[in-house]
């Protein structure tokens, strides 16, 4: 199958897997679009948004459609790092008579993991999360195990209830490909949702692609060719995030305390790559990586004091840098 005909596969994939969520999920188009994203990129997502938002129904959903193993891991302040990546017990071998280490797996083994409100739980227990998701590994005593591919997790954080909290230091977030916000829907929304969850209705998920397949686009994604000028401009936007670069306005300087690593550009492309191939282009440009910006850069900018007592958020600061961008 040539690379053209694998774009449209992917193509149909995407709107089919849509498909099944909108028959569980009504609105949050641009969010579901964004974790397909980050699937295909093999990133993971931060998902901020206030309860009842259906984000669990929302990721089993494409856990099903993507005929994945799906695990939920909910963070609460005496959850230990073993409850995730899993423990050694001491079993008798009836063979030998001995007694020697077994390994339980832990729910970190799976291929999409929704950690619910990660910054409810200590520093130790959510480091062994971040590293399972930077190293695609587990280490337990000598003992190193890899996690299947593909392997995502949509970590999720309540913005209402900040006390008894752990906040993810910056080198942690950063980690994150994207930082989504689901909001609340609007109107005709909620009356649909409220008409359909009322009723006995109950619409099956069809299963669209599994872990291979999901795999194949990721190595077709990178295939994808971009100009200079686009990376350039992704580059840019990055550099000017920081408050001490050249490239940096007024603005900036005043208003940030520190901007985005180069993950971040890495990230921006990567992010417009998938999202023109995902609506049918073969190669993204500008408006592409503005259109992956936010989700890419919100949670790598951080507003100074100054900013914060002024109601300037990252949001803003993006607006700027796109502004100034140009194109």
Request: net charge negative.
């Amino acid at each position: 199958m040539s690379d053209l005909e694998k774009l449209t596969q992917l193509q149909e994939a995407r709107d089919r897997i849509i498909g099944n969520v909108r028959k569980k999920i009504i609105g949050q188009s641009s969010v579901v679009e964004e974790l397909l994203i980050a699937i295909f990129a093999g990133g993971h997502v931060l998902l901020t948004g206030v309860p009842g938002l259906a984000k669990t129904l929302m990721i089993t959903t494409l856990a099903q459609s993507m005929d994945l193993v799906f695990r939920r891991i909910q963070f609460t302040p005496d959850l230990m790092p073993s409850d995730i990546i899993g423990t050694e017990i001491l079993e008798l071998n009836r063979s030998t008579g001995e007694k020697e280490l077994k390994f339980i797996k832990g729910p970190v083994f799976a291929n999409i993991i929704l950690a619910d409100e990660i910054n409810r739980t200590p520093p130790k227990t959510q480091s062994a999360l971040l590293q399972a998701m930077q190293e695609k590994e587990v280490s337990v005593g000598n003992t190193t195990f890899r996690l299947s591919e593909p392997f995502f997790v949509m970590a999720t954080r309540n913005p209402i209830e900040q006390e008894g909290t752990y906040p993810l230091p910056e080198a942690q977030l950063d980690r994150f490909l994207f930082n989504l916000i689901i909001d609340y829907p609007d109107l005709n929304s909620e009356i649909e949702i409220v008409e359909k969850t009322t009723t006995q209705e109950e619409m099956a998920v069809d299963k669209v692609i599994d872990g291979a397949e999901i795999m194949s686009f990721r190595e077709l994604i990178r295939k994808i060719p971009v100009t200079r000028a686009v990376t350039e401009y992704a580059v840019n936007m990055v550099r000017a995030s920081r408050p001490d670069d050249a490239a940096s306005n007024t603005f900036i300087k005043d208003s940030v305390s520190w901007g985005a690593g180069p993950r971040a550009g890495q990230n921006l492309v990567t992010g417009a790559k998938i999202f023109a191939a995902l609506n049918g282009r073969k190669t993204p440009d500008y408006e592409d990586i503005k259109r992956v910006a936010k989700p890419v850069l919100r949670h790598r900018i951080i507003p100074n004091f100054r900013a914060e007592a002024e109601g300037i958020t990252s949001e803003v600061i993006i607006d700027e840098l796109i502004k100034q961008a140009g194109r």
